[in-house]
């Protein structure tokens, strides 16, 4: 069965470093995801991207996150200068063409922010 | 903008006792209501979903309903087991566009 992959499964980073947070989605689908759920929280939704641009995106996703889909298969979320507060688990979610369809969601990275 | 409400924040049952959770959602246009299953540290997992020409949907011990006009859906569990203990999300979306999730629910089945 097609699943979406994450990779690093774990990051631990300085604050004030750059983090690059890599997924490889559902190879037919066409909307892209990120989600960041902190311990013990709700998933909540960060950004999704279609057509090589963000469609949407929430009011955690201020100007240190950034995403991009480099080479049509990795989609990635930066994070420029991390603070204390990126520490959660990102998950990566994809979704296929047409419309009401469940999303898949990649199996996450915990990233701890020190 | 989409906003799931759910309750009980945390649920204790006996096993093979049922459990009911129940959510609400404010967006009339969303029209999939998936639920998530949960446990620790790991993704979430569809383990039902509901779409809005639907009034009720089942699957072996899990069942779900939908109460459009109301903008209520739920999730039954019946005959718990100890490994339905975990943290379970019910969610809203329209098409492709962004999951909203509920608070979650910590069910704890008791042996």
């Known amino acids: 069965e097609p699943e979406v992959t994450q990779t690093p499964s774990h990051q631990v980073t300085q604050m004030g470093q750059e983090v690059i947070l890599r997924c490889v989605p559902i190879?037919?689908?066409?909307?892209f995801y990120w989600y960041r759920q902190i311990l013990g929280q709700k998933v909540e939704f960060l950004v999704s991207?279609?057509?090589?641009?963000?469609?949407?995106k929430s009011e955690i996703f201020d100007d240190q996150f950034s995403v991009e889909r480099p080479d049509g298969s990795n989609f990635t979320l930066k994070i420029r200068s991390t603070k204390l507060e990126d520490s959660a688990m990102y998950f990566c979610?994809?979704?296929?063409?047409?419309?009401?369809?469940?999303?898949?969601f990649g199996q996450g990275t915990r990233l701890t922010v020190v | 903008g989409e906003n799931v409400e759910q309750h009980p924040s945390t649920l204790s049952v006996q096993e093979g006792d049922s459990a009911v959770i129940k959510c609400t959602y404010s967006?009339?246009?969303?029209?999939?209501f998936p639920w998530y299953k949960q446990e620790l540290g790991k993704r979430p997992q569809l383990i039902i979903d509901?779409?809005?020409?639907?009034g009720e949907k089942k699957d072996q011990r899990i069942a779900v309903t939908l109460n459009k006009t109301a903008k209520h859906f739920s999730l039954h569990i019946t005959e718990t087991q100890p490994e339905d203990s975990a943290v379970y999300f019910c969610?809203?979306?329209?098409?492709?566009?962004?999951?909203?999730f509920g608070i979650g629910t910590k069910l704890q089945v008791i042996p």
């Open positions: 979610a994809s979704s296929g063409p047409g419309s009401d369809t469940e999303a898949f």
């Open positions: 190879s037919n689908h066409l909307y």
């Open positions: 969610a809203a979306h329209r098409g492709y566009q962004k999951v909203t």
């Open positions: 991207f279609y057509n090589n641009e963000i469609s949407e």
């Open positions: 967006d009339s246009a969303s029209n999939y």
């Open positions: 509901i779409r809005s020409n639907v």
